[in-house]
């Protein structure tokens, strides 16, 4: 299996700063294939990048994503209050898809 | 809008199987991968598996031995069939549409409100 590990842990900002998250893969990872989410306490998770760079629908542009290989980041630019939850990249390019273990953004 | 909602018991005796369905609404299921994933404190998000429309199936080689997957266009939904569950199967369990024709693969793009399983006597 491809094990997904994101760094740091927990990550401890205020509004307006900015978050660099980090999953590091096991193996290579085809960038079309690694996508990255949000989560709230009590919801889904929600998809926000798709092919390593991409935003999905309705995600603002203070969101981004890059990278290749093993090495991926997720970048929020300006934190805002809604911003504060755990973010998980996620790997479908090798079965069985894997998830990380998620980097939790919260309020400092 | 394209909404996923899963439905089953919310307790489960060690040992019993599992059955929970997803009726999915504001999409055709005639297309597109439909997956599960369940989320529990100690082991994060873990894929289940997914059924495509056509019926084929994948699993996580993990679970294979006690999943199973299945869909119903007529009625559009789909199912997950677990069976000798015990206290690790005790998660929160999604269920999700996974995006994929080719190279062309935005992900889990829409996913259910999810459903709370606990395993205990």
């Known amino acids: 299996d491809i094990v997904l590990t994101q760094s740091p842990g927990t990550l401890s900002l205020s509004p307006g700063e900015s978050a660099t998250l980090s999953c590091r893969a096991s193996q290579s990872v085809s960038s079309s294939f690694l996508a990255w989410y949000q989560q709230k306490p009590g919801q889904a998770p929600r998809l926000l990048i798709y092919?390593?760079?991409a935003r999905a629908t309705g995600i603002p542009d203070r969101f981004s994503g890059r990278g290749s290989g093993t090495d991926f980041t997720l970048n929020i630019t300006g934190l805002d209050p809604e911003d504060f939850a755990v973010y998980y990249c996620h790997q479908f390019g090798r079965s069985p898809q894997t998830f990380g273990q998620g980097t939790k953004v919260e309020l400092k | 809008q394209v909404q996923l909602q899963e439905s089953g018991p919310g307790l489960v005796r060690p040992s019993e199987p599992l059955s929970l369905s997803c009726t999915v609404s504001g999409a055709s299921i005639s297309s597109h991968y439909w997956s599960w994933i369940r989320q529990s404190p100690g082991k994060g998000l873990e894929w289940i598996g997914y059924v495509y429309y056509s019926g084929s199936t994948r699993y996580n080689p993990s679970l294979e031995n006690r999943v199973s997957i299945s869909i119903d266009k007529s009625k559009t939904q789909f199912f997950l069939n677990m069976r000798a569950l015990t206290a690790a199967d005790t998660a929160v369990y999604y269920c999700?549409?996974?995006?994929?024709?080719?190279?062309?693969?935005?992900?889990?793009?829409?996913w259910g409100q999810g459903t709370t399983v606990s395993v205990s006597s």
């Open positions: 999700a549409r996974w995006l994929c024709a080719g190279i062309n693969c935005p992900g889990l793009d829409v």
């Open positions: 092919g390593a760079s």
